[in-house]
């Protein structure tokens, strides 16, 4: 009754947390709202989000990480508060353990500010697990057998490719490419093709509603609202499926090089795990339409996406903390 106990998905998107016995409670986006008058929190998670470029000079909705890291310790600290607080209530008797996940490719200072963060926002101990691992315990793969599993998560900030053998990473990489690149590659786009400028939500939308990995016989067409970049009044343009395809194209090239330089470094007799058994993605970028595709036919390996993608990270911290003993290889423990 009094276990208290938190796996956060601290995402660059989006945060989910998980409590043991009782799933994911929380799902909402990573932003923050500051009212610069007096330096206070007005907002967190949804609420936030929705004053996105709408705010007066008074307040600022900003998102607090960046890549997968902490781009503002204080903001993020606050935010941890904010949700630790909704997930546990206000009144506790004890403090929590936190079991919270980072990109592959973070450093010894960016994972230490995770965890200072979450003490200073109210848990008794902090760990930190690699995105890949939990993706992978979320999305029940048996990472502990000896056998090759390569776990592509693309998430809002990074992409973090990994193959797991024995319950350990053998070999992996990460590249800051992933959501939130491919809507600025939407944004550049437009500007560039239709001389109209729209904001992050925008291209987001225009990413989920008509955006592919590859191109489609029968296109879907969406009209998009923004300013014009000559005239500086509203303006309607419709854009089209191949459109979104164009745009993104490069940043989903980045993507397949990652996973290709993992595969180029990974032993034979695990290569041939991976072939028999495909390459599993998950994160929310991963439902981007055809791109399991995509990557098989850049890569010659099947590859599919998990059960639930958006929620495989959180899923896997909260199972990773109630099973500590038999996870802490693949955890970095902490004071």
Known sequence: MFENKIGIDLGTANTLVYLPKRGIIINEPTVVAISLYDNKVMAVGQ?????????????????????????????????LRYF???????????????????????????????????????????????????????????????????????????????????????????????????????????RRRHGIAIGDRTAEEIKITIGSAMRLGEEEVMEVKGRDMITGLPKTVTVSTNEAVDAINDELLEIVKAVKTVLQETPPELASDIIDKGMVMTGGTSLLRNLDHYISQSLGVSCFVAEDPLLCVAKGTGVALDNLESYKKSILSTR
Not at 48 to 76: F, N, Q
């Open 47 to 79: 609420e936030a989000k929705e004053m996105l470029g709408r705010t007066p000079e008074t307040i600022v909705a900003s998102r607090p990480m960046k890549d997968g890291v902490i781009a503002d310790y204080r903001v993020t600290e606050a935010m």
């Open 84 to 190: 630790i607080n909704k997930a546990l209530g206000n009144v506790r008797f004890f403090r929590p353990e936190v079991m919270i996940s980072v990109p592959g490719g973070i450093t010894s200072t960016e994972r230490r500010a995770v965890v200072d963060a979450a003490q200073a926002a109210g848990a008794k101990t902090a760990y930190v697990i690699k995105e890949t691992v939990a993706a992978a315990i979320g999305a029940g793969i048996p990472i502990a057998s000896a056998s090759g599993n390569l776990v592509i998560d693309i998430g809002g900030g990074t992409t973090d490719v990994a193959v797991l053998s024995l319950g350990g990473i053998v070999n992996s990489t990460s590249v800051r490419v992933a959501g939130n690149k491919l809507d600025q590659a939407v944004i550049d786009f437009m």
